[in-house]
């Protein structure tokens, strides 16, 4: 996996969705703060007032703090990998925590419409309870698009975001509890939606356990909150809302888990790739160093390296070895008559033929200069038709066409008899073999 480039939190990005759901709950209090008449009727005409049993507010507050310790988590872990998507997480479940606790108290001075059974919530409860179901959707939204991907808000959530912090300002102001919540919870969910599908497409690409659980969870409180609207405009009758929301405890406590599991694989997945890039890395490097960047043969470190292994299989394996020892006749004059940049293009002509008429099994080192090393596993004759052959390709290659006509290749070739423990003395040898060869048309 390529794992892309890993991407810089911005906390900045979700600063224009909360100024204008701020506002939209800096308009609720204005208004909160107006002298509202105190006849029933006119109590009755705004505020929200369900009938809650003590078990089931006691409840809704618990769970309102316990949202509060997954977003402690996840920050813990935004700290440790700030990435855009954590961050929306972070902001997520605080957000939830407060739709929870905002209509979990009771937040008017008493009325005749207050008493133990009832619970009374005013115009800044419901408006902050309704700027954090917008925020809890958006962030939801924002941490499974964001997953792997550029941290961007979109035209359509920014122009939404503000339309609904408009909404709420005018709604708690002349429009009755319903007319804040309702939307609210519908806004919500279309973004949760989106959310949903990019942790379920994000699962299917990485295969990702912990995305297809927040996918899961995400889907759940959608379907939760689909329920809630739908009994709420049944019934007319918000209290009933409560009721179905319950339903939510379960899918935050799947989607939990998944946001964490989520976070630990996209950690490991990325140590992973580092490892192996690494790994890439030190093999790339090792191969340079024991690597004649011109020809690509092995250079001298490299017999160095394989020599103790190569003379014990050798040895107790009986396998034939053999020594070549190559050099270009009159390099020199190439150099000096045709540039050195013919002198590269003759020695990588040279580096090829030898690789092409060698075996995998054998190696291919440039000893220096102008000289050519060839350990072949071969006995003697084999060797030194290996020779004949290599001489005769360097020959007929197409680079002779442009090379002086005493240009030739000499080679030396020895034995490598089954006691050796050193190539050096072979190496000494082979060198000698080829300079005769090479005296002896002069001779």
């Not at 297809?212 to 909150?225: C, D, K, P, Y």
């Not at 004059?333 to 040279?350: C, E, F, M, P």
């Amino acid at each position: 996996m390529r794992h892309m480039a890993p991407e810089t939190a911005t906390p900045t990005a979700l600063r224009p969705l909360l100024a204008a759901l701020l506002v939209a709950v800096a308009a609720a209090a204005a208004f909160a703060g107006v002298e509202q008449p105190a006849t029933t009727a006119s109590q009755s005409d705004w505020l929200l007032i369900r009938p809650t049993p003590i078990m089931t507010l006691e409840i809704r507050r618990v769970a309102g703090f316990a949202l509060l310790v997954p977003a402690c988590t996840l920050f813990l872990l935004y700290l440790f990998r700030p990435r855009p998507y954590v961050l929306a997480a972070v902001t997520s479940w605080l957000a939830a925590g407060v739709m929870l606790l905002a209509l979990s108290f009771d937040s008017v001075e008493a009325t005749g419409l207050d008493s133990p059974e009832h619970l009374v919530s005013g115009r800044l409860a419901v408006a902050v309870w309704a700027a954090a179901a917008i925020a809890f959707g958006a962030s939801l939204r924002f941490s499974g698009v964001w997953f792997r991907q550029p941290a961007v808000i979109p035209p359509v959530v920014t122009w939404t975001t503000v339309a609904m912090a408009a909404w709420i300002g005018m709604a708690v102001a002349f429009l009755e509890p319903g007319a804040v919540m309702t939307p609210a919870l519908v806004v919500m969910s279309l973004f949760q939606a989106k959310g949903a599908v990019a942790y379920f497409r994000a699962a299917r690409r990485y295969r990702f356990v912990g995305a297809w659980l927040a996918g899961a969870g995400v889907s759940g409180v959608i379907g939760v909150n689909t329920a809630a609207v739908v009994v709420a405009f049944i019934s007319r009758d918000l209290s009933q809302v409560t009721m179905v929301a319950l339903g939510n405890l379960v899918s935050v406590s799947v989607m939990a888990l998944g946001m964490h599991l989520l976070i630990f694989e996209d950690v490991i997945e990325e140590l992973r790739t580092a490892g192996a890039e690494l790994s890439a890395s030190r093999d790339e490097m090792r191969a340079m160093a024991v690597t004649d960047p011109l020809t690509r043969c092995y250079n001298r470190r490299f017999l160095d390296e394989i020599a103790t292994h190569e003379l014990e299989q050798h040895r107790r394996y009986h396998l034939p070895l053999a020594l070549l020892y190559l050099d270009i006749d009159h390099f020199k004059a190439i150099n000096d008559s045709l540039g050195h940049h013919t002198g590269d293009r003759v020695l990588q002509a040279l580096a090829a033929i030898l690789r092409e008429h060698t075996r995998q099994a054998d190696y291919v080192f440039r000893w220096g200069g102008d000289e050519f090393l060839v350990l072949l596993s071969a006995d003697e004759p084999q060797a030194r038709d290996k020779a004949d052959e290599v001489r005769r390709a360097f020959l007929a290659s197409p680079i002779m066409r442009d090379l002086p006509g005493d240009v030739d290749l000499s080679i030396g070739c020895v034995v490598v008899p089954a006691d050796t423990s050193d190539f050096s003395p072979l190496i000494e040898k082979a060198d000698r073999e080829m300079y005769r060869r090479k005296r002896a048309p002069a001779s």
